[in-house]
Each structure stands twice: as C-alpha cells, then as structure tokens.
C-alpha cells in the first residue's frame, strides 16, 4: 500500500501531468467538435458517431484520449529514472517490481477516468457543433438503439429517447447500436495505451523513446491482424472494420496488406473475436515479460 501511495502522490504532485490532462480534454474536445462540424446532412451512422465521440483522425495511430494516457504513463516512468526516490544501490528487485507494478495499478484508473471524460466532454461538444441537417437516429427511432439501452428505455415506460426532455438528447449519440460496446472498447484501449507507455518507457528509460515506441504499435498490430486474418481466409469482423474507435490508417498508406479494400462479415461477436482480442492484450502482456526480465539484469529502476 505504502508503494501505492507514493506513486499516487508523485503522480498527482507533477505539474506535467495535470497539464498533460488538460490538453488531452481540451484538444479531444476541439477535435471532436471540428469533425461534427464537418458532418454531412442526413442520418448520422453509428460509425460514424463513434469516430466523432471519440474523436477519431485518419492516420493517427489512436485516439487523442488514448495517446495522451500513453504518454502520461511514460513521463511517469521517465520522471522515476530523472529523479530516483531512493539510490541505486537501495533499489532491490522486488522493490522495483513493485513500483512498476504500482505505476501500472495507478495509472490504469487514471487513464480509465480520462477516457470516460473524454467521451463526456465529446458528447456535449458534438451534440453543440452538428449542423441543423444531421439527425441522431437513435434519439428519434427506437428501432436504432441498442439492445440493452432499448430495454432500459421500456423498462422506463417511455417509447423512445425522444420521450425524454430535451436536454438529455446528446444521449442519442451513444445509444445506438453497437456503439456502447465500441465505447467501452475505446476506454479499454486508453487503459491499454497509459500501461503500454509505462512499459515501452521502462524498457528503454526514456520517456520519449517510449512514446514513440508507443505510436508505431497500432501500425503494426494491425498489419499483422489483418495479414493473419488474410492468411486464414477470414474476413474483418463488422463491427471491427466499423466501429472500433481507433484505426492506425495503415489501409490507407499501404493498402496491399489488404489485398484491396477492407471487407467486413457481420457477426454478433465480433467484439470478441480473438485474434482481436490477442491483438489488444499482447502488446500489455509481452511488454510486461520484457520489463521484468529487463530489470532483473539491471542494478536500478
């Protein structure tokens, strides 16, 4: 508990990390509002409604809210090398296993708070800045919402959001189909980002060299999905290829891993599927072994 501590307090006695989380708030926001704005008249699609909750760019390697979680986790760790709470020679093993498991445990909640803020802040900022002709399906068809926010709805005794006053109608936004899961999807994945960046940092003792460590993953993990699911003859998942919040644009700059366009099968559980899945949690789980090993043939954190 005590190591908990320490790292809570460091972490929230840094000037850089309540900067960082005001840009990240800030910028999503900016962002997210920009895209909205850049709307077409007509249904706003449940895709599309998560690219701008979240606000998703082409060609970014993840979500604003994601690498910014990333990066406070390696300037969490890189500020720890800069300047030590105990010496090197006071730093035993299991000590610095502790702390780095510290930071993580940290670290995971706070980014897992950003990223639900994040959604918040973008949800008032898109629901502000569509134009007039852009119309939520869910907020005025029942039939468009999702499963379980349906049930709840009629749960409610009402027909509809539109039931609703008007001033919870940016619930709209994220109660389509789909788009819960795709939400919880991107919280998961800001977590996954602020442990990558602890870790990608611990292994090189940089916190810059950790963030780009950081940015050139979601390239390469994509490409390696999409080649393993192109060598087993199975397609990309819909939701997947539709409303997963992050996309690193590699389908963009090299379209032949794909083979052409990206094709998509519908499937209940595509969430779920497993090279998806494996796709998310290596990265955490590799580097993880690689920091412990790596500090087992070090002398200091």
């Known amino acids: 508990m005590r190591v908990l501590a320490y790292e809570l307090r460091r972490l929230r006695g840094l000037r850089s990390t309540w900067l960082l989380l005001a840009a990240v708030l800030l910028g999503d926001a900016v962002v997210a509002a920009v895209l909205a704005d850049q709307a077409p008249d007509g249904p706003l699609a449940a895709p599309a409604g998560v690219r701008l909750l979240t606000a998703a760019v082409p060609l970014v390697p993840l979500p604003f809210a994601a690498l910014g979680a990333g990066v406070l986790g390696a300037l969490s760790y890189g500020h720890e090398v800069r300047h030590p709470g105990l010496p090197a020679s006071?730093?035993?093993?299991?000590?610095?296993?502790?702390?780095l498991l510290a930071k993580l445990l940290v670290i995971g909640p706070v980014a897992a708070l950003l990223a639900l803020t994040t959604l918040l802040l973008d949800t008032l900022a898109v629901h502000l800045a569509l134009p007039d002709g852009v119309t939520v399906e869910a907020w005025a068809d029942p039939a468009a919402l999702s499963d379980r926010v349906s049930a709840a709805v009629t749960g409610a005794g009402l027909s509809g959001l539109s039931d609703l006053p008007g001033v919870f109608s940016p619930l709209g936004l994220t109660a389509s189909h789909g788009?819960?899961?795709?939400?919880?999807?991107?919280v998961l994945l800001t977590v996954v980002a602020a442990w990558t960046g602890v870790l990608t940092a611990s292994l090189t003792r940089s916190a810059a060299a950790g963030v780009l460590l950081l940015c050139a993953l979601p390239p390469?993990?994509?490409?390696?999905?999409?080649?393993?699911?192109?060598?087993?003859?199975r397609p990309w998942p819909t939701r997947a290829a539709e409303l997963l919040p992050f996309q690193s644009g590699i389908e963009w700059a090299y379209?032949?891993?794909?083979?052409?366009?990206?094709?998509?099968?519908?499937?209940?559980?595509?969430?779920?599927?497993?090279?998806?899945?494996a796709a998310v949690a290596a990265p955490a789980g590799l580097l993880l072994l690689a920091a412990l090993l790596v500090q087992a043939r070090r002398r200091a954190l």
């Open 90 to 99: 006071q730093v035993s093993y299991p000590r610095r296993v502790r702390l």
């Open 220 to 233: 390469l993990l994509e490409s390696g999905v999409a080649l393993l699911l192109r060598h087993t003859g």
């Open 179 to 186: 788009v819960p899961a795709a939400l919880l999807a991107f």
């Open 255 to 277: 379209g032949w891993v794909y083979g052409g366009a990206r094709e998509a099968v519908a499937g209940s559980a595509a969430l779920t599927d497993p090279a998806l899945l």
